[in-house]
């Protein structure tokens, strides 16, 4: 129904940097809330960052604030996901998200539709 897709993912030496691209409907994501998170192999999918539909507000989560900045631009439909001084720690499946919400949220729930995901791999 709100077709998301996600790239820009792949392999990254420790301290480098990748910069994740989502794509989604137009209709939806010029009104929507945004947002990524990750999947680590064996552990649950977490809350990574979110931006309000026009880009003005903003939230991350603790370990990668500083080091990740989130970013929109509606006329290309489109959600960046920044991502600097790369930890192995940060090497899981990254996923964008769109919630109906206008406002960045956290909880998995709040999120309707869901991308497929893209690797990144952080290794030495």
């Known amino acids: 129904q709100v077709p998301v897709v996600e790239s820009g993912g792949g392999l990254m030496q420790v301290g480098g940097s990748l910069r994740l691209s989502c794509v989604a409907s137009g209709r939806t994501f010029s009104s929507s809330a945004m947002g990524w998170f990750r999947q680590a192999p064996g552990k649950e999918r977490e809350f990574v960052a979110a931006?309000?539909?026009?880009?003005?507000?903003?939230d991350y989560t603790e370990s990668v604030k500083g080091r990740f900045t989130i970013s929109r631009d509606n006329a290309k439909n489109t959600v960046y996901l920044q991502m600097n001084s790369l930890k192995p720690e940060d090497t899981a499946v990254y996923y964008c998200?769109?919630?109906?919400?206008?406002?960045?949220?956290?909880?998995?729930?709040?999120?309707?539709?869901w991308g497929q995901g893209t690797q990144v791999t952080v290794s030495s």
């Open positions: 931006i309000s539909w026009g880009g003005g507000r903003t």
């Open positions: 998200a769109v919630s109906q919400q206008s406002f960045p949220r956290r909880p998995e729930l709040d999120y309707e539709y």
